[in-house]
């Protein structure tokens, strides 16, 4: 194998979910000896979740616990790992994800081989609960590589970013609840840096298996929508106006073997979660405030 990065250092954000920073640190301790850095950054948490975190700290000498409790937000905590992070490499990745032995090994590789800046993973959706939502959820899961061919970007929960792309157009914009990846990954795109996929790069993310979670999200991403147009209304278009739909709202694509029951109960969650994002983003519109108080992303 070629030589690789001397450097990486994967970043985790985490908000009131001691299980899932626990079972993400736990897979990624158990990678070899080329997983550099971890660092977890507690965004304010009012649980356990700190604690959780110590005790890999306390055993494990290559994790490291910083905090955000200043902005309330998952961009403003990763680019508090960013600020912390030593790796020529950074990794990004969610705090209830899990990966397999040699992840990184494989990313860094695939980054190397095709002399990549910025580089998404596969991202596989695991059913925690066989409910109903949850198979609806991991239907389409996440189709990375068509987001890096079509809006030039990667999820921020399987993502690898060299060290100087931060450098050169910012970091993450913290004034996002939403949809920060996108804006990011577009501004690394338009600075001409090569963007690209791992296919053998596997991260394991638990679907959302409650209305209530993935309607939660799906108002969140309907937030962050109208907040971008409000920032960068040049890319996204004036606010007031909200996208037209384009591909589905979280997993309906249909299987011949869907029973009648099923199909219908997809086109139902389908239309629910095109509703609640948009109830997200006129929700932002009117109710939503400029918040002065967060810099700008700059290089």
Known sequence: MDTLPESVSTIIPVYNDPRGISQTL????KQD????????????????????????????????????DEIQGSYAARNKGIQHAEGDVLAFLDADETVDDGWLETALQAMQDQNADYLGCNVELTLPENTLVGRYNARTG???????????????????????VFEDVGLFDARLISGGDREFGERVYEAGYKQGYAEDATVYHPARTTFESLAKKNFRVGRGFCQKQRYYPERYGKPGIPPTPSGPSGGDDEDESDSLFTRLAFAFLSFAMLAC?????????????????IPAPTS
């Open 26 to 29: 736990g897979s990624l301790v």
């Open 142 to 164: 996440f189709p990375v590589e068509q987001y890096l061919e079509t809006e030039h970007y990667a999820p921020t929960c399987a993502l690898l970013v060299r060290r100087e």
């Open 33 to 68: 000896s080329s997983s550099g850095e971890l660092l977890a950054v507690d965004n304010d948490s009012t649980d356990e979740t700190r604690d959780a975190i110590l005790g890999y700290t306390q055993t494990q000498r290559n994790v490291h616990l910083f905090v955000e």
């Open 277 to 293: 994002r948009g109830m997200g983003y006129y929700y932002e519109f009117f109710f939503g405030e400029e918040r002065d108080d």
